[in-house]
């Protein structure tokens, strides 16, 4: 079977404090990390036994996982996996980097996101280039506020020319055509995360091909949709996988309007869905 997860268990504390994000410098109690730890190494030990299935996993945690041993273990440990397609993680990138020396660059990649006056911007550009020398696939983003344009524009010059710079539209906010041509010049695709996605009823690889996992094991087609399938240490998710149509009546997330049917980005993003690198450079969708 090939099965994408998206894991995202309890890790709810980040070392960075965005005003746009509502879990910036949350922090996680002694017991509360433990028990991340301990959920998130159930799900490797787990993840590295499915030697009968072709295994894509994306970390997806509220907080920032990188900064945490047992995340950078993880991903080092899957890389190595020969029924692991691929294993990613959303990281703010404000760890150090020499533990990917470790890891099988085949493997394993990063979706990197910039943080403008969360992090010095000559910090984060070495430690994008440090993975290009390293050759880590990642790709770097930034959310679309008017005040975060001018750093966009700085990294999409400094980046190297393969690195594909997204750009996310921020929560709640509405985008005048003239704002989202200056995105878009920068994101060509842009496009696709400026204004929510009709969803209901049409067909999605979510409870298919594509599930979310929380710490307990408990299986959902994605981290949208509360309905549980099943779980994933017993088994009985399984029984549950079968096409489906979206019960929601807009998509506005990238993970997970990425796995819509209806839009071509498994086509935009082939070899680098969880990534998020495309597969050539990008155009604006016609």
Known sequence: MDLTLLYRGPLASCDYDCPYCPFAKRRDSTEQLRADRAALERFTEWAGAQTEDRLSILFTPWGEGLVRSWYRRALVELSHRPHVRRVAVQTNLSCRTEWLADADPGTLALWCTYHPGQTPYDRFLAKCRDLAARGIRYSVGIVGLADHLDAARRLRADLPDHVYLWVNAAEGHTYTDAEAGLWTDLDPLFPYSRTPH?????????????????????????????????????????????????????????????????????????GGVLERVPASPPTVPG
Do not use: Q
Not at 217 to 222: A, E, F, I, K, L
Not at 248 to 260: E, P, S
């Open 198 to 270: 009709a969803s209901a009823g049409l067909p999605c690889r979510t409870g298919e091909s594509v599930v979310s996992v929380d710490g307990a094991g408990t299986v959902r087609r994605c981290h949208f949709v509360p309905a549980p399938l099943g779980n994933l240490y017993d088994g009985s998710y399984r029984a549950a996988l079968r096409p489906r149509a979206c019960p929601l009546a807009v998509c506005d997330c990238h993970i997970g309007y990425v796995h819509l049917e209806t839009l071509p980005l498994y086509d935009v993003f082939a």
